[in-house]
Nanobody
Framework: QVQLVESGGGLVQAGGSLRLSCAAS????????MGWFRQAPGKEREIVAA????????YYTDSVKGRFTISRDNAKTTVYLQMNSLKPEDTAVYYC????????????????WGQGTQVTVSS
């Protein structure tokens, strides 16, 4: 089994920045596709960003394009989400996820999930 642990969440003012980290353990990082999802109160969990093993392929949902950057360090078995120019609508619990099948922007393709980390953006 793969364990994923997110960190770096917190409270930030609109326009500020935050970097989330996701540390993987239990299994080799291998060629898993990795993604970040978020879920706001009363809303469904949605894809935020995804990245392939090598990192050549990335995806961002429209609302975060130009503001968020996903990256991974396979030697450290860690995935990052750099969030800049944060907006109140970014407030949500952010989840790290791993897909054994590889790069995907589809939630159901992901097999392993972290516990989530709260990101709150004040106006």
């Amino acid at each position: 089994q793969v364990q994923l642990v997110e960190s770096g969440g917190g409270l930030v003012q609109a326009g500020g920045s935050l970097r989330l980290s996701c540390a993987a353990s239990g299994r080799t990082f291998s060629s898993y596709g990795m993604g970040w999802f978020r879920q706001a109160p009363g809303k469904e969990r949605e894809i935020v960003a995804a990245i392939s093993y090598i990192g050549h392929s990335t995806y961002y949902t429209d609302s975060v394009k130009g503001r968020f950057t996903i990256s991974r360090d396979n030697a450290k078995t860690t995935v990052y989400l750099q969030m800049n120019s944060l907006k109140p609508e970014d407030t949500a619990v952010y989840y790290c996820a791993a897909a054994r099948r590889g790069y995907s922007r589809i939630k159901n393709d992901y097999d392993y999930w972290g516990q989530g980390t709260q990101v709150t953006v004040s106006s």
